[in-house]
């Protein structure tokens, strides 16, 4: 296994301050042997520790494998909340995702405003609350997979990159009522915690926290998942949209 530090905490702790969300290196991943994935137990009952279903304890030896098993649907909502803290504070935002195969839209809404992120039809659009000054460009091929990142999320296939020891925890629970796979990683470049919450129903984050130390510094906690296809006015293209190839995403 790769010994990888989880680019979006380097990111957001040079970045955080100017409100820009940069792209992820995308790395190679060592084979890890496959597990197969039962179907999970129902229900919404907030609970610390579920049972595993039939009987496959989730453990940091085969974590990776677990997450490994997961698909992440092709089409799908996500609602979810993300806060930051600062001071003992939270500054939350709303961020919902719409996927449909390659078409994504992202709305992030929070104190200061709105932020639309659309790909489709191979470009990137990124426009501002009601402002009619859209970003667009031709999409790279790497910008399809960065559904996660494009949201200033981290993506938990990033737990597939870690050494072992870098793991130290793991285990079946609910988080926001959702059955999830629980995998807590340690960075020691940073000193970091990080869990993931990983929904099995699925195969989509459905939590994240970051702590130093015991201090939590950020969190996301899924309001609500439908997997039924978005209508296709969500991926319509702003008629103001101008072109803009070769600069920098806003």
């Not at 859209?134 to 559904?147: I, K, M, N, T």
């Not at 296939?157 to 009522?177: F, H, N, R, S």
Request: charge should be negative; aromatic fraction near 10%.
């Amino acid at each position: 296994m790769k010994n990888k530090t989880p680019m979006f905490i380097l990111l957001t702790l040079v970045l955080a301050a100017a409100l820009v969300f940069a792209l992820y290196f995308w790395g190679g991943r060592e084979e890890i042997p496959s597990v197969a994935l039962p179907s999970p137990q129902s229900g919404t009952e907030t609970a610390p520790e579920v049972s595993p279903p039939q009987g496959l304890a989730v453990t940091p030896e085969n974590v990776q494998a677990v997450i490994q098993a997961l698909e992440r649907p092709d089409r799908y909502t996500r609602t979810a909340t993300y806060a930051q803290y600062f001071s003992g504070t939270a500054h939350e935002s709303l961020v919902t995702i719409w996927k449909d195969g390659s078409q994504i839209r992202i709305l992030q809404l929070d104190a200061q405003g709105s932020r639309n992120t659309l790909l489709t039809g191979g470009r990137l659009y990124i426009w501002y609350g009601s402002d009619s000054a859209v970003f667009s460009a031709p999409a790279a091929e790497s910008d399809l997979r960065q559904e996660d990142l494009y949201q200033g999320l981290p993506t938990y296939e990033d737990v597939l990159e870690l050494a072992p020891e870098e793991i130290t925890a793991a285990a079946y629970t609910q988080w926001g009522g959702f059955p999830c796979i629980l995998a807590e990683t340690h960075t020691p470049a940073l000193g970091y915690t990080i869990r993931y919450y990983i929904s099995t129903d699925y195969g989509i984050l459905a939590g994240y926290e970051v702590y130093d130390g015991g201090e939590l510094l950020r969190s996301l906690t899924v309001d609500e998942i439908s997997t039924e296809t978005p209508s296709g006015d969500i991926f319509r293209v702003p008629e103001s949209a101008v072109s803009t190839a070769g600069t920098s995403h806003p």
